[in-house]
């Protein structure tokens, strides 16, 4: 059985080139999602993140990748601004609609640190999953302004400043995380090897 | 909070060099394998500056980043010589995560600060400042501390936080290279002027020097350069030395 790992490739502002790098020492075989025909190419869905909520939206948009992506019924990893975009609702520039998959909203972090969240953070995983496993005790690497509001899927907390937010998130064949694996050393690729060996 | 220990590469293409004062460049080694020695030292993150792109209108060269970038699982922030959302676009393909900006965003146009904050978001946009005393105050200044341009660091950093930049480099021009302390001073004001992170660099002589920064200035992170391509210390005898001080580092 092939076990492709499909990366959402949109617009100028994605980062795929880590994530790719990082999916590869994870031992995956990647395939660059440019075209709505390569959806039937994958077998699995990694949803970088680099960009804004409303600019993403909008690249997803243009590429015709919406409907496709809520319909992908593989597992799908959503990462940083990927996680959020599976939200019903996003607050970056305005409020802009998400794929809906998850029922949340994405707000700005509103606490007494300095926002951005930049580097390393601990998580408190609260419903494991299969793709958390072997690295709840590991440091992630961060780097976010806004935050996944959620209340029905969090599979792992963070803590920053005095405040807590969602980290990370599971939902049938949905997962999502606030921290970017491919920027998270050993961990990361832990996390992302995880991911690669979810049966579909 | 963990404080984040970072290297920043200062790069003249093929080399890394290390300026005094900004200036007298001494050569240091290959970018790429600098990066993978403190990656795997520990850093939590890699700076890579290409400190003549600006000064002589030069594009950064992709290939030194591309290689830099490969193999490290860390964030890659990488500055020099960008004037277009187009330039950070193509920043980001060839591997960065953030990108950092000075000259164009001061001489020119801060709005540039707008523009990619809006498109790639502004955990992505890092502002260099390279700051030089002058009276009670601090003055900015671009090209590696030879252009000035007449705005005040503080009114600059509040400036730059509002047109939604994520994070700021700052560099003081007097303290560079010399390895006899930080400007506490600088980064004091700076940090208590923004609500954003501020990465201090400049002037890390000793471990205690680290240690004071922190403890009195309180930045997000540090950005160290001579110390380690010296081979005085490495990240791990930094975070080390910083743990048992009883202050917060990554593993």
Redesign the interface.
């Known amino acids: 059985m092939s076990n492709i790992v499909g990366i959402v490739n949109y617009g100028?502002?994605?980062?795929i080139?880590?994530v790719k790098?990082?999916i590869e020492?994870a031992g995956g075989d990647t395939l660059v999602i440019s075209s709505p025909s390569d959806f039937d190419l994958v077998d699995k869905i990694v949803i970088p993140g680099?960009?804004?909520f409303?600019?993403a939206m909008q690249e997803l948009e243009n590429d015709g990748f919406i409907g496709l992506l809520k319909e992908f019924d593989k597992p799908i990893l959503g990462i940083c601004?990927g996680m959020q975009i599976l939200a019903e609702l996003g607050f970056?520039?305005g409020k802009t609609r998400g794929l809906g998959l998850l029922n949340a909203e994405v707000k700005p972090i509103l606490c007494d640190?300095?926002?951005?969240h930049?580097?390393?953070?601990k998580i408190q995983v609260i419903n494991s999953n299969k793709v958390m496993k072997g690295v709840e005790v590991e440091?992630f690497?961060f780097?976010?302004?806004y935050e996944v509001v959620n209340y029905t899927d969090i599979a792992a907390l963070t803590k920053?400043?005095n405040h807590s937010f969602v980290s990370a998130i599971h939902k049938g064949n949905l997962y999502g995380v606030q921290f970017?694996p491919?920027?998270?050393?050993?961990a990361?690729?832990r996390l992302l090897s995880n991911f690669i060996q979810l049966e579909g | 909070m963990n404080t984040r220990i970072i290297a920043k590469l200062d790069v003249k293409p093929p080399y890394v060099v290390k300026p005094v004062h900004f200036e007298g460049l001494r050569k240091m080694g290959n970018p790429s394998q600098l990066a993978r020695k403190y990656y795997d030292q520990g850093a939590d993150e890699l700076f890579y500056i290409d400190i003549v792109s600006s000064l002589y209108q030069r594009k950064i060269l992709a290939d030194g980043i591309r290689e830099a970038a490969n193999e490290l699982f860390i964030p890659f922030a990488v500055g020099g010589g960008v004037k277009s959302v187009d330039d950070f676009s193509k920043m980001f393909h060839m591997g960065a995560d953030k990108v950092v900006i000075n000259t164009h965003a001061v001489q020119n146009d801060p709005s540039i600060i707008n523009k990619a904050a809006e498109v790639f978001g502004n955990q992505a946009v890092v502002v260099n400042i390279e700051a030089k005393k002058w009276q009670q105050n601090w003055e900015c200044y671009t090209d590696c501390g030879r252009i000035q341009s007449g705005k005040d660091v503080l009114e600059w950093v509040q400036e730059v936080e509002q047109r939604g930049a994520g994070e700021i480099l700052l560099q003081s021009v007097d303290a560079d290279g010399r390895r006899k302390g930080f400007d506490i001073e600088l980064a004091t004001n700076v940090v208590d002027s923004v609500d954003i992170p501020v990465v201090v660099s400049s002037g890390a002589g000793s471990l205690e020097d680290i240690k004071e920064l922190i403890e009195i200035a309180s930045p997000s992170g540090v950005a160290v350069a001579s110390l380690l391509h010296y081979d005085q210390v490495t990240i791990q005898d930094i975070k080390n030395y910083l743990r048992n001080s009883g202050i917060m580092v990554s593993q």
């Open positions: 100028i502002a994605g980062n080139h880590s790098k990082a020492k680099v960009g804004s409303k600019d601004l970056e520039f640190a300095k926002i951005p930049m580097g390393f953070n440091e690497y780097m976010h302004s920053y400043g970017h491919e920027k998270s050393r050993q990361g690729i």
